[in-house]
């Protein structure tokens, strides 16, 4: 499943002010968003809106590698 896009978020709502209104967040949060919509903005915009998505928004994996650490 791929996650929505920010700015395709920003289009379907009709703009960045209108998609902060709507996430309950600022207009500055909405600008600071990366590539990808947050998570957890993505599940509340589906409970809006869920005729956006063809598919429910599934949590991302996060992959944690293990340090290796080196004696000075």
């Known amino acids: 499943m791929l996650s ?13 002010a209108k998609l902060a209104s ?5 207009r500055a949060a909405v600008t600071q968003y990366k590539e ?4 957890k903005r993505e599940l ?11 598919e ?3 949590a991302r994996k996060i992959v ?3 340090a290796v ?3 000075v």
Do not use: C, D, N
């Open 4 to 16: 929505m896009k920010t700015e395709t978020a920003i289009q379907l709502a009709g703009s960045k």
């Open 22 to 26: 709507m996430l309950g967040v600022s």
């Open 36 to 39: 990808i919509l947050p998570f």
């Open 44 to 54: 509340r915009l589906y409970e809006l809106h869920p005729e956006w998505f063809a």
């Open 56 to 58: 429910p928004p599934v």
């Open 64 to 66: 944690i590698q293990e």
């Open 69 to 71: 650490l080196t004696p």
